[in-house]
């Protein structure tokens, strides 16, 4: 194994690639694990949710090698580890999960009972989520192996379509998980808030389903005009401050089958200040009576950058009697991974759904990583894939 090298936090605003340390058989409590493989990381991904690390809205420390989006190649395994063999490629899901407590077994990997002290649920390279080191790296480790990676039948196959491949690990279970908890059925129609990554992949997986139209909301035009052209409705936020009558020029009524948030708490207003719940209430709105509301997006339990007290600790104002007066049900949290990637890869394969297209994919190398942030941070309609090794290039 060469010198590692990752993709650091330093402060607010700022993140720079450097040598990191090279992985270990160890959780991090320092503890010998024989579960573990060592990954040569083929790909890995900006998300957005590393993004409100970077911008200093979360309680992140400095030092932490960031990335939870990861593609890789095994070549070390530990003594445990009996499904996997050295050579193979797999898909990383972001959540860690052991395989064993009630809730793994249960099949709600996101919220794992195990893997952090803190609280339910573990990631990789995330701030409060057990200390595992992140994958935007050249190696990393990864526990629990036989449980939690999935791998690609045929290699060859798997590279021709790797930036396909690498949004399994995330962005396209969740936007397929918001789609679902949505109630997304053939003939739906669907409003989904915010034309990012995870935005356009709750569409893609809407299409997927059968959804009969699928519109994205949103005030950055770029992001629109790329909806627009992958097939969607876009709806510019920043035009319109009427939600419901947006939609009613779309469809002809201003209510929707089912809505997908993939927003989260750093949600804009109309005026383009900070209102962390007017996604949320906005979609009280718009959804029918006993509709759905799948949220994907991520909220927080603390917001250091809020603009008001309440925020900072989590607490929103929500219109909930809306909600409930009118019998909608609201799914939240983390996606279990391990639920839908084995199936949304067969898609993948068989040429089902070209998310690399739809998320508009660009692969960079490590070593641009913060010039890829601070783009996305823009609001570039682009999902950055990050290449430590040179390789994706050659498999394109």
């Known amino acids: 194994m060469s010198k590692n090298r990752g993709v650091i936090y330093v402060k607010p605003g700022e993140v720079q690639v450097g040598d990191i340390a090279d992985p270990k058989f160890e959780n991090p409590a320092g503890r010998k694990i024989d579960h573990a493989v060592i990954l040569k990381v083929v790909s890995t991904n900006i998300c957005g949710s590393d993004q409100h690390m970077v911008r200093g809205r979360t309680s992140a420390p400095p030092g932490m090698v960031l990335g939870h989006e990861i593609t890789g190649e095994v070549i070390e395994r530990g003594s445990d580890v009996e499904m996997l063999e050295v050579g193979d490629l797999v898909s990383v899901p972001f959540n860690v999960a052991c395989g064993r407590c009630r809730t793994c077994r249960e099949g709600d990997t996101g919220v794992c009972l195990t893997v952090n002290p803190g609280r339910a649920g573990g990631a990789y390279g995330y701030v409060d989520m057990g200390g595992w080191i992140g994958g935007q790296a050249r190696y990393v480790m990864v526990p629990y192996a036989d449980f939690n990676l999935l791998k690609f039948p045929d290699k060859d196959k798997a590279m021709a379509k790797i930036m396909d491949l690498t949004m399994l690990t995330d962005i396209l279970p969740t936007g397929y998980h918001g789609a679902l908890s949505a ?97 949320l209430n906005q979609a009280m709105e718009i959804i029918r009576p006993a509709g759905a509301i799948g949220i994907p997006g991520l909220y927080v339990t603390e917001d250091p950058g809020a603009h008001d007290e309440a925020a900072k600790t989590g607490n929103l104002s929500l219109r909930l009697g809306l909600g409930w007066s009118k019998s909608n049900s609201f799914h939240t949290g983390q996606t279990p991974v391990l639920r839908y990637n084995r199936q949304l890869m067969v898609a993948l394969l068989n040429d089902r759904l070209p998310i690399a297209k739809i998320v508009n994919a660009k692969a960079i190398d490590l070593e641009e990583a913060p010039r890829g942030y601070a783009e996305f941070d823009k609001g570039m309609a682009v999902k950055f894939v990050l290449d430590p090794h040179g390789v994706l290039g050659r498999a394109a």
């Open 183 to 279: 109630g997304v059925k053939p003939g739906s129609t669907v409003y989904i808030a915010g034309a990012g990554p995870v935005g356009l992949a709750a569409a893609a997986s809407a299409q997927l389903i059968g959804a009969a139209v699928i519109m994205i909301g949103d005030m950055n035009k770029e992001r629109l005009a790329h909806a627009k052209e992958v097939g969607f409705e876009p709806i510019d936020l920043a035009a319109h401050d009427r939600l419901g009558e947006q939609v009613a020029a779309i469809i002809g009524v201003p209510t929707v089958d089912s809505v997908v948030d993939a927003v989260g708490f750093e949600a804009k207003g109309h005026a383009g200040t900070d209102q962390p719940a007017v996604v």
